[in-house]
């Protein structure tokens, strides 16, 4: 299988797409859309990207594709995520004047970077900005990314986990395309996105006949419609699977306070993957 993801090897989405597809062909992309494309277009099976932080939220442009694209969420995995301050050989935390990173990585790592002073350069992924710093060899430039970053592009690891939350984990989802149909388990969640008409009341309307026919939303929050100006859509996440009489009755139903409804997929509760794999044995037990 060949999977898409947006970075280089040493970023996390790398590290996620390793351990969901550990035998798969990796291909990396640019960015979040060129990933995604690769799918839809047949020249990748799936892409694995990141839908949200446990700290810095939501990855919009990811939720944006969901509403916009054609591809279906089969999987969603939670990764621990240990941010570093990496930098050339001869750097210290008191040399470097900037760091450069992701904007989540940037945000996640708020507190020590507010600490120290220093001024941010957003960069399009944790290990392109790693390598860019190795490139440059300038010990007033650090990095923020994972210990593997460093390994990979020769940069020192300054400090450990500095990241603001202790319990920093991204979640990332797979896509693939519609075709790709897998069997139905139970205890699944769906991920439901959907726009509202034009009267007052009609977000109240939808919420109330999801939970009058006993689905949970475990998750809801709006995002701008790009080409329409102070329009919105809804992001939700819904405990359990709409394949039933249950739920047909309730899509049906959401058509009366809804203008467009997709159900963009399901997916078995987040799976552990990474580091906190034991953890999560443990908690099990």
């Known amino acids: 299988m060949k999977i898409s993801y947006s970075g280089i090897e040493g970023s996390f989405a790398a590290m996620a797409t390793e351990e969901i597809f ?12 060129e990933a995604y494309e690769k799918v839809e277009q047949g020249a990748c099976d799936a892409c694995v990207l990141p839908i949200e932080n446990s700290y810095a939220g939501e990855v919009g ?6 509403f916009s694209g054609k591809l279906k969420v089969t999987g969603v995995f939670e990764l621990r995520v240990s941010q570093c301050l990496l930098g050339v050989a001869g750097s210290s935390k008191e040399s470097i004047r900037k760091v450069m990173s992701h904007p989540q990585a940037l945000e996640q790592c708020g507190d020590h970077i507010a600490k120290y002073g220093y001024e941010v350069i957003p960069y399009e992924n944790t290990a392109r900005a790693a390598q860019e710093v190795a490139n440059r060899g300038d010990i007033t430039l650090g990095a923020i990314g994972s210990r593997s970053a460093a390994g990979l592009y020769g940069l020192s690891i300054i400090e450990e986990d500095i990241n603001e939350s202790s319990q920093n984990v ?12 897998e069997t139905m388990q139970p205890m699944k969640n769906t991920i439901l996105i959907f726009t509202i008409r034009d009267f007052a009341g009609a977000l109240a309307r939808a919420i109330s006949i999801i939970g009058k026919h006993n689905y949970n939303m475990r998750v809801i929050r709006s995002r701008p419609v ?3 100006n102070w329009q919105y859509y809804f992001y939700t ?29 399901t997916y ?5 993957i990474g580091e906190g794999k034991e953890e999560k044995k443990e908690s099990n037990v």
């Open 22 to 33: 550990p035998s798969s062909e990796r291909v990396s992309c640019r960015t979040f859309r």
């Open 237 to 265: 996440e819904i405990e359990g699977h709409l394949d039933t009489e249950e739920g047909w009755r309730m899509l049906e139903q959401l058509k009366t306070a809804c203008e467009k409804i997709k159900v963009v997929g």
């Open 226 to 228: 790009k080409d329409v």
């Open 268 to 272: 078995k509760p987040d799976v552990r």
């Open 170 to 181: 991204t979640r990332f989802a797979v896509f693939t395309a519609p075709e790709v149909v």
């Open 61 to 66: 442009q990811v939720s944006d594709l969901m």
